[in-house]
Structures are given as structure tokens and as C-alpha cells.
Nanobody, 123 residues
Framework: QVQLVESGGGLVQAGGSLRLPCAAS????????MGWSRQSPGKVREFVAA????????NYADAVKGRFTISRDNAKNTVYLQMNSLKPEDTAIYYC????????????????WGQGTQGTVSS
């Protein structure tokens, strides 16, 4: 089993950027498809992005496509979410998790959730 710890959240103005690392414990990180989801106040948690074990396959939610980039460094056991051109509606708690597949978008297809990190975008 893998344990995940997100960091990098904070307060940023609209149009700004944040980079969220998610560090994984254990020696098998490279065998996991990884994903990011987010939960805004009063809303259910929603899919943001996913990346395959090698990083060769990516999947993005339409709301973030072209603004967010998911990547990973298997040597560092870390997956990243680079968020650019941020909007107030991107304000949320961001979670990383392991995924059943890179095309996975539903809650039930994600496991080993981290505790989340808060990202707040001011207008």
C-alpha cells in the first residue's frame, strides 16, 4: 500500500500559478497510475487529471485542459500538478490518489487518498 502526502497549496491571485507536489511512500510508486481530484466548497469531489505509470499517457478534465499539467518523477516518488492561469473557480482542496487506470474519472476508481492541500484563487 502507498501513502500520499500533498503540499504546495496556498493563496494566489487570478491568473497566477501554483505547483502541487504529491510525495509517495514505498518502493512501488512507479507501478501506480496516479491522479489528482479536487473538492470545492459545497460540491462533490471531481476528477482533475491522471497520468500513467511511465508518464506517457495523460488525461485531463475539460475544465483544466490547457491550463493544468500533470507530471511525475518516479525517481523521487512524486507526482506534480502544475496549475497556470488560475481562476477563482479553481479554489478547492486538491487530492492525489492512485488510479485504476489513466482513463479513470469516477471516485470509486481511486484509492489511497492523501489528506489534500488547499488552493485558493482570489479575484
Amino acid at each position: 500500500q502507498v501513502q500520499l502526502v500533498e503540499s504546495g497549496g496556498g493563496l494566489v491571485q487570478a491568473g497566477g500559478s501554483l505547483r502541487l507536489p504529491c510525495a509517495a511512500s514505498g518502493r512501488t510508486f512507479s507501478s501506480y497510475t496516479m491522479g489528482w481530484s479536487r473538492q470545492s466548497p459545497g460540491k462533490v469531489r471531481e476528477f482533475v487529471a491522471a497520468i500513467s505509470q511511465s508518464g506517457g499517457m495523460l488525461n485531463y478534465a475539460d475544465a483544466v485542459k490547457g491550463r493544468f499539467t500533470i507530471s511525475r518523477d518516479n525517481a523521487k516518488n512524486t507526482v506534480y500538478l502544475q496549475m497556470n492561469s488560475l481562476k477563482p473557480e479553481d479554489t478547492a482542496i486538491y487530492y492525489c490518489a492512485t488510479a485504476v487506470a489513466v482513463v479513470s474519472r469516477t471516485e470509486s476508481q481511486y484509492l489511497n487518498w492523501g489528506q489534500g492541500t488547499q488552493g485558493t484563487v482570489s479575484s
